[in-house]
């Protein structure tokens, strides 16, 4: 069974620019999580989105969008790139969308998008 | 205030023996879960082990336990006869009921290196 992918894996761009990253969950899964990693604020929850609706998000700014399609896979969308937005995007899928902690839901993490901004 | 604490930013231990990392936790919440991952150079989030706040037991996969004091809002990762490749970065999670999905905060993480 193949794991979660993103693409691409690394990539470079310049403050203004507007960059877009691409997360495919493991088959079947629905629901699609994503998290900023910088050695500054460490790991920071984005949002989620669950049949093709986002259904939590972190504090971000506007700038900071995302969707997800009929096949689950989604994307994430960073407007108006600053050099903060640097960091490691890390995507996480799951089965399905948890009502409670009690009931156990493992997130598989793909191996991110390294986003350098100059 | 920081929802998950992890103290110690980084840690030595020789190889095979074993070593606690630790993690504390703030939440008002009755239910939540707490997970462990590992995060090798590769960047790569890997699971290691799950306790829920109304299990009874400590979790245990393989190597791996956590040694869950819910008095005290803490849960140890404990990792027994350290390997090489146990060296990476680990990361101490929480999921509370009250939030929707799967939605987790994570704390600063702790450097693990293993000694030959």
């Known amino acids: 069974k193949a794991g979660v992918t993103q693409t691409p894996r690394y990539l470079i761009k310049t403050r203004g620019q507007q960059v877009t990253l691409s997360c495919s969950p493991i088959?079947?899964?629905?629901?699609v999580s994503w998290y900023q990693q910088t050695p500054g604020q460490g790991l920071q929850f984005l949002f989620e989105y669950f049949s093709e609706t986002q259904r939590n998000k972190g504090n971000f700014p506007g700038r900071f969008s995302g969707r997800q399609f009929s096949n689950s896979r989604s994307e994430m969308n960073v407007s108006t790139l600053e050099l903060g937005d640097s960091a490691l995007y890390l995507c996480a899928s799951s089965l399905r969308l948890v009502a409670g902690a009690l009931r156990y839901n493992e997130q598989f993490f793909g191996p991110g998008t390294r986003l350098t901004v100059l | 205030a920081q929802k998950i604490t992890q103290t110690q930013p980084g840690m030595f231990v020789q190889e095979k023996e074993a070593v606690t990392l630790d993690c504390t936790y703030d939440?008002?919440?009755?239910?939540?879960?707490l997970f462990w991952y590992k995060q090798p150079s590769s960047g790569e989030m890997i699971f290691l082990i799950y306790?829920?706040?109304?299990?009874?037991q400590n979790a245990t996969e393989g190597r791996y336990s956590l040694n869950f004091q819910k008095a005290r809002k803490s849960a140890n990762l404990v990792i027994s006869a350290s390997q090489l490749g146990d060296s990476a970065m680990y990361f101490c999670?929480?999921?509370?009921?009250?939030?929707?999905?799967?939605?987790?905060?994570f704390g600063g993480g702790t450097r693990l290196m293993v000694k030959p």
């Open positions: 939440t008002s919440d009755q239910s939540y879960g």
């Open positions: 999670a929480m999921r509370e009921a009250n939030n929707a999905g799967n939605m987790l905060t």
């Open positions: 306790q829920g706040s109304y299990d009874e």
């Open positions: 088959s079947g899964h629905r629901s």
